[in-house]
Nanobody
Framework: QVQLVESGGGLVQAGGSLTLSCAAS????????MGWYRQAPGQQRELVAT???????IYVDSVKGRFTISRDNAKNTVYLRMNSLKPEDTAVYYC??????????WGEGTQVTVSS
């Protein structure tokens, strides 16, 4: 089994910054990609950013230039640095891990609230 533990969420004013962390442990069997998704109330879960094992990144247009995803392969940890936060960034942020055998695992989520 794979466990994903997220941390770093919280309440911040618009324009502020937060850094989310997600540490993976357990029977990972090789990480292909890790990423962050978010789900706002009444909305579908959406991709925020992903990063592959060789460092390739993808961002949703709404966060480009403000968010940065990074990873520490040795620690199986992925980070999301969020700058210039906006109220519309308010959501529960979920970490996702895809392993090399097609397995997909989710964290329990961490709340990010941006006040105006």
């Amino acid at each position: 089994q794979v466990q994903l533990v997220e941390s770093g969420g919280g309440l911040v004013q618009a324009g502020g910054s937060l850094t989310l962390s997600c540490a993976a442990s357990g029977s990972i069997f090789g990480v292909n990609a890790m990423g962050w998704y978010r789900q706002a109330p009444g909305q579908q879960r959406e991709l925020v950013a992903t990063i592959t094992s060789d460092g390739r990144t993808i961002y949703v247009d709404s966060v480009k230039g403000r968010f940065t995803i990074s990873r520490d392969n040795a620690k199986n940890t992925v980070y999301l640095r969020m700058n210039s936060l906006k109220p519309e960034d308010t959501a529960v942020y979920y970490c996702k891990l895809n392993n090399r055998f097609g397995g997909a695992y989710w964290g329990e989520g961490t709340q990010v609230t941006v006040s105006s």
